[in-house]
């Protein structure tokens, strides 16, 4: 039997006499505290408001101090809960109002899914209280057919996001929905036989999304599901919001402590990238929104937590906390690096609870008074909140400082925090907002592969020399500088953060990531992400380095998986000086146009063609025509 697709629904109620207070766990209770699970579903200032939305999470784990880390494949999944309070005024109850909340259980990423079923189904509860509501919703949303959800790998979903084509993926589509009994009967009661099950079925759907449907009280309930999350993208959340708050403030420097794995551009560094920082270095961060609504703030959680994963890291969606109170502080303070949103002012109050604090009222970030240094090389899990053995000295702050010319700073993290506000202000959209996220995180990473195998002469989290069958000759393995001095400066500037980073759980999962991808990658012979970072960032190459690039990509890129990725890099080799190059080339561009990606995607958004699309323009399509006519011109006079 397949497991549900909601595991509990939870229903909980304010009295007067007793608070508040959980009235039901169906089928069965969740093995949480009744009376925390019943504060977080009626969150402060509930009473308030007509309606609000929550979002906390369930099965999550603190690590021990004295007892060994759980493996991290065994585990318990996380679960998540949606849940809707609301405030009906009723002048035959007491105090004149009923607060009533309804929440559902699941172990799917996409919650706001069952928003609108949720809305009926507390109306119903309203009009008449009983538990039965409970069951008939619980019926309602695990009948949902999900038998033809298709399944993506990453790079699969991150193609997805950045087309504009609503059939890219069509072929997964149809092979389940040939399999489905319904689709033939759709085709032999079709007004018109000559039509084939694949023209039924394409007809005005877009392949972002699955369409399903879930009949609750007899009403269907259309249901689109996004195709395009990361694992660590839970619920419905905005970046461009989260950047909007957060990074439009006054550049002013930061006072009091300056931790340097925070602080990568010194007192200047922008809040994001403080913020971003302290998610990647495991920091306690707390986003406060007195007085707003609690799920409005989770917002703000879920954001940060898609912003330090980058849809490449893991480990921030199982120590955040959409939304908790002062009944959960005590759980809270056991986990090291938590990322919570509360609204109650109290916290404010006491630094010694976070390390980094957002207000979202203000828009601005603070750091603790009270934060403590972290020790170079020290795990986090290993001795709590990230304090080392007294025998290791903290990084100092000044020295990171006083290693970069001019009194420190990253000029990478400078053009990205500008390049990402700048996408907010022309207007791209949140893809292309996450889109350069993506790219800035897979850079770090990068970055943090090369600390590793230069300073302890092994790496775990990113290609080295030995993870690439031909990495010795002139094409290389890891990330890209424009020059030695560009190099040399990006590395110092990331070193307390890398050194942080490295204590941290979310290395450890990008380290089982890591051997998990080089069991089951496609193309061994060559670092294709260093290769397009060569045609992207640096303005001159050798000939003979530009030839055996793209003579490695004609010779090792053959099959539809192994073709993946940007073409605009690739397409600059049409306008090379090498005629070898040029040939190369074509040859390369015309393999691709074969794959099935390709010929789906007709109309691409002018506004991801810098950041994410993975096409080229038109310039580069009329290079490449005026080739093959070349091309072709030189064959048919060789056979003559």
């Given amino acids: 039997m397949s497991e549900p697709h909601v595991q509990g629904i939870l229903l909980a109620e304010f009295d007067i006499d007793k608070g508040a207070s959980l009235t039901y766990q169906y089928p069965k209770p969740t093995g949480t505290d009744e009376h925390v699970l019943a504060e977080l579903m009626l969150p402060d200032g509930a009473h308030l408001r007509e309606e609000d939305w929550t979002v906390f999470f369930l099965n999550q784990q603190a690590p021990s101090q004295d007892a060994p880390l759980t493996p991290l494949g065994e585990k318990p999944p996380l679960v998540y809960v949606l849940n809707l309070v609301r405030t009906k005024h009723d002048a035959s109850a007491r105090r004149g109002a009923m607060v009533k909340a309804l929440a559902i259980c699941t172990k799917h990423q996409y919650l706001d899914i069952y928003k609108p079923i949720l809305l009926l189904a507390l109306e119903s509860y309203f009009s008449k209280p009983s538990e039965i509501i409970l069951e008939d919703l619980y019926a309602a949303v695990n009948e949902m057919d999900l038998s033809l959800l298709p399944e993506f790998t990453p790079l699969e979903r991150r193609i997805l996001r950045a ?77 461009i919001k989260l950047f909007s708050t957060f990074g439009n403030t006054p550049a002013k420097p930061f006072s009091g402590p300056l931790p340097p794995e925070l602080m990568t551009d010194g007192p200047y560094t922008h809040p994001i990238i403080v913020l971003l920082n302290s998610l990647l270095t495991q920091r306690r961060v707390l986003f406060l929104g007195a007085g707003r609504p609690s799920g409005e703030v989770a917002q703000f959680v879920l954001a940060a937590c898609a912003l330090g994963s980058g849809g490449s890291l893991r480990g921030f969606t199982e120590r955040a906390f959409p939304y908790t109170n002062l009944t959960n502080i005590d759980q809270l303070l056991e986990f090291p690096g938590f990322i919570a949103g509360v609204t109650n002012s109290i916290f404010e109050n006491h630094p010694t609870w976070w390390d980094i604090l957002c207000n979202i009222n203000t828009g601005k970030i603070i750091v603790s008074k009270d934060i403590e240094p972290l020790k170079a090389g020290t795990s986090i899990y290993s001795t709590g909140q990230g304090r080392a053995p007294s025998n290791q000295a903290p990084i100092s702050s000044s020295t990171i400082i006083s290693e970069e010319s001019g009194g420190g700073g990253s000029k990478k993290d400078r053009a990205a925090d500008s390049e990402m506000m700048a996408i907010i202000q022309s207007h791209y959209g949140e893809n292309a907002l996450r889109a350069r996220t993506q790219e800035y995180i897979a850079r770090f990473i990068q970055v943090v592969a090369l600390h590793e195998e230069t300073s302890y002469g092994h790496t775990d989290v990113g290609l080295a020399t030995r993870h690439t069958i031909n990495a010795g000759g002139l094409l290389g393995s890891g990330v890209i500088f424009v020059d030695d001095a560009a190099r040399a400066r990006e590395l110092r500037s990331n070193r307390s953060r890398i050194e942080a980073w490295r204590g941290t759980l979310s290395h450890r999962y990008r380290q089982e990531d890591f051997h998990n991808y080089l069991k089951t990658r496609t193309i061994e012979h060559m670092d294709v992400e260093r290769q397009l970072s060569k045609l992207r960032m640096l303005r001159s190459l050798r000939s003979d380095e530009v030839e055996a690039m793209y003579g490695a990509f004609l010779q090792h890129v053959h099959t539809e998986e192994q073709i993946r990725g940007g073409l605009k890099p690739i397409a600059t080799g049409l306008f090379h000086p090498s005629r070898a190059v040029r040939d190369f080339t074509v040859e390369f561009l015309e393999r691709i146009n074969a794959h099935t990606v390709s010929r789906l995607e007709e109309n691409v958004d002018p506004k991801l063609c810098d950041l994410s699309s993975p096409y080229y323009s038109s310039f580069s399509s009329l290079g490449w025509s005026r080739l093959e006519r070349d091309l072709f011109r030189v064959s048919t006079d060789s056979i003559a």
């Avoid at 369409?211 to 195709?227: K, V």
């Fill in 163 to 239: 087309s504009s084509s609503g059939g890219m993926f069509e072929e997964k589509f149809l092979a389940l929905e040939k399999q489905d009994e319904k689709l033939l009967d759709l085709t032999s009661k079709s007004d018109n036989p000559t039509k084939s099950p694949v023209q039924l079925v394409v007809r005005n759907k877009d392949r972002h999304f699955f369409e399903t449907s879930i009949s609750y009280s007899g009403i269907r309930i259309p249901i689109r599901i996004p195709l395009t999350l990361s694992s660590e993208e839970v619920g419905d959340f905005s970046l």
